[in-house]
């Protein structure tokens, strides 16, 4: 049988050690994944592979084993039970999230939904680099979105009702940051120290703290692997379509001016870097801050 080489060239379709086999990736924004869309993946497994599926670290599934005359068959089977073959080549990745408000006490944003928006509009896309993107509803970063080439923080900054603070310790002992002291029986926030992650509001029991400015954090040019690297700070903004706005202004400049070969991190050093941002920066934002998150108050 003639082995379809327009589907072997598909990024989702890794090919194995021995390359008659290859490893079938599957697109799962968010990772989610419906229960009939579970059975129909375990099927097609059984039918395709040899009956096992794999989790990838990219909150993926991916079939093995499936002989390489096979792969216009499961493409066919997986479009049809609505989990397309994924990517993995230079192109724009699985785009990952943790459960954010839906079901995380922690969360300041919605990250499964807004990684569903980005996917629909941005997945897939061949760029010179590969590009992933995380999302994580506040500073614990459970999906490491520093460690990716773009990544989404929710954060929110406390504001104290002034006047009011009996000075009982309680934000104090819940700051992991120490960031909070009690000083002349109020309390009174090191700024320097606050990674804006929100739990402090939810502390007080005379409901003195406030969500002052709840925000999203957009990082870039981390990446994990051979030469791990904590992505930079690149700005902030206040709305989900401001972010889906200032991912897409990056993947264009990364299409038009980033080069093959040459991990993006390394092309966004010291020198380049304040040059990126201002080329972001003059495109014309919507209403959003031009720098990293003003400092919190409390
Ligand atoms: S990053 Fe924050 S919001 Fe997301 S799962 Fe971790 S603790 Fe929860
Ligand atoms: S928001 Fe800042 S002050 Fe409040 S708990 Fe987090 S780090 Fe501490
Ligand atoms: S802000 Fe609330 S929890 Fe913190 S010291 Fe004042 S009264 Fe206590």
Request: one cysteine or more.
């Amino acid at each position: 049988m003639r082995t379809d080489f327009g589907i072997h060239m598909k990024g989702g379709v890794i090919t194995e050690r021995d390359a008659d086999f290859c490893t079938i990736r599957i697109r799962a924004p968010a990772g989610i994944f419906s229960v009939e869309q579970l059975r129909g993946i375990a099927k097609i497994a059984k039918k395709y592979g040899t009956g096992t599926v794999h989790c990838t670290t990219r909150q993926t599934l991916e079939i093995p084993h499936v002989n390489h005359v096979l792969l216009k068959k499961i493409e066919k089977a997986l479009a049809k039970n609505e989990t397309p073959v994924g990517s993995e080549r230079d192109e724009i990745v699985n785009i990952i999230a943790c459960p954010g408000v839906e079901r995380c006490k922690f969360a300041n944003i919605d990250t499964i939904s807004l990684a569903q928006k980005i996917d629909k509009k941005l997945f897939g896309k061949e760029m010179p680099v590969k590009m992933r993107i995380a999302l994580s509803g506040c500073p614990n970063a459970c999906t490491s979105p520093m460690l990716n080439e773009i990544g989404v923080i929710g954060r929110v900054r406390p504001l104290r009702t002034p006047g009011l603070c009996t000075g009982c310790g309680t934000c104090v002992q819940y700051c992991k940051e120490k960031a909070i002291v009690i000083r002349n029986g109020i309390s009174e926030l090191k700024e320097d120290k606050c990674v804006q992650c929100g739990v402090c509001i939810q502390s007080c029991h005379f409901d003195l703290l406030k969500a002052e400015h709840r925000h999203f954090l957009i990082t870039v040019g981390g990446r994990r692997g051979r030469h791990p690297k904590i992505g930079r700070e690149l700005l902030t903004v206040e709305t989900e379509e401001q972010v889906i706005f200032i991912i897409q202004k990056i993947v264009d400049w990364v299409y038009r001016r980033a080069w093959s070969g040459r991990l993006l991190s390394e092309q966004l050093d010291e020198l380049h870097f304040e040059k990126f941002r201002q080329d972001i920066i003059a495109q014309g934002m919507p209403d959003t801050n031009d720098n990293s998150a003003k400092k919190p108050s409390l």
